[in-house]
């Protein structure tokens, strides 16, 4: 029992990770950024297929683990983008599964830039198992936790805008408009995301890309990514992220005694052939009580490049 306790207690007072309001993590959304912002979709102007799939501090019982599908594109008219992603979170007794159709409006509005305003509307479906709160002999009140499974649905909605050029990129959503607090404790928050990132040539043959992300609820600290990422002959992407908390917007919240650091991020992304691509993160905890655990993160893209001649860069730099 003791150990099931110490295992609900990191995770619900994990500020960084902002687990307990629902929102999937990921280290790799930089090359899908659907997951995040529903203005993303058709931005690589082919039909994109994208899959995650994430285990957080391996060998913990009850750890965050998540999976993702996405599917994305440009319909006939080019000014208008489509996509779908499945999401699946599993936090211990918690279990979270989201559908969501994502669509896009895009503008032109330079010679190389687009600015997108985009929805995303679906549905989420989540659960509590009381059963796997208690083990052995265990004695638990009825009254605080239920030993059977209990379920709500709930729609979701969210907003984004997300501008772009060959090299440059800049994005803010937000999710969770709707705010329906539903049954079982069940009570989305709101986030607004907010991320921004520029490629630069250092050489012929290599390219950086640093960027930045910023998650807020207003009701913690901000969830803070900085990243950097060298691109070797346009196959081979090599970088590191650093994610932190830092309260920018002075909220006023509990646990603020906790360690505002969470990760250091080494990632690897690797263009097999010019349609596919594959990726690893391996996340490096900098919690006290977790760095001794590892997470890993997997993904898998493929690309219908188009057959016709076409200005677009390939690969697509975000």
């Known amino acids: 029992m003791k150990r099931i306790i110490i295992v609900m207690l990191t995770l619900l007072a994990s500020t960084a990770s902002s687990w307990a309001q629902h929102r999937s993590q990921f280290s790799q959304y930089i090359f899908n950024q659907l997951v995040i912002n529903p203005a993303y979709a058709g931005s ?9 799939h994430r285990t957080q ?17 440009l319909t006939k008219n080019e000014r208008i983008g489509l996509g779908f992603h499945a999401t699946r979170d599993e936090i211990f007794a918690q279990n979270r599964k989201n559908l969501e159709v994502d669509a896009a409006v895009k503008l032109p509005v330079s010679e190389t830039g687009i600015l997108s305003f985009g929805l995303a509307a679906g549905i989420s479906h989540f659960a509590v198992d009381g059963s796997k709160l208690i083990t052995g002999n265990d004695q638990m009140d009825p009254a605080v936790i239920a030993a059977q499974k209990e379920t709500t649905w709930s729609p979701s909605l969210k907003a984004g805008i997300f501008y772009h050029t060959e090299r440059f990129y800049a994005g803010v959503s937000v999710t969770d408009l709707l705010g329906i607090d539903k049954d079982i404790n069940y009570d ?11 490629v630069a040539d250092i050489s012929h043959n290599i390219k950086v890309k640093p960027s930045i992300m910023l998650k807020e609820n207003f009701d913690g600290p901000t969830n803070v990514d900085f990243n950097a990422f060298f691109l070797f002959g346009e ?11 830092m309260n920018i917007f002075k909220n006023d919240f509990e646990a603020k005694g906790l360690s505002s650091k969470d990760a250091l991020v080494a990632m690897a992304e690797l263009f097999v052939t010019k349609r596919m691509r594959l990726g690893y993160a391996y996340d490096f905890t900098l919690h006290g009580n977790l760095n001794d655990l590892s997470t890993h993160e997997i993904s898998v893209g493929y690309s219908f490049l188009k057959k016709e001649p076409t200005k677009m860069v390939t690969p697509r730099y975000f």
Request: aromatic share 18%; proline share 4%; net charge positive.
């Open 44 to 52: 690589k102007e082919t039909l994109t297929l994208n899959a995650f």
């Open 57 to 73: 501090w391996t060998g913990l019982k009850g750890a965050p683990n998540t999976q993702t599908f996405s599917i994305d594109g």
């Open 188 to 198: 989305p928050e709101r986030h607004y995301f907010f991320n921004i990132g520029y």
């Open 235 to 245: 196959r081979i992407w090599l970088g590191a992220s650093y994610r932190t908390a």
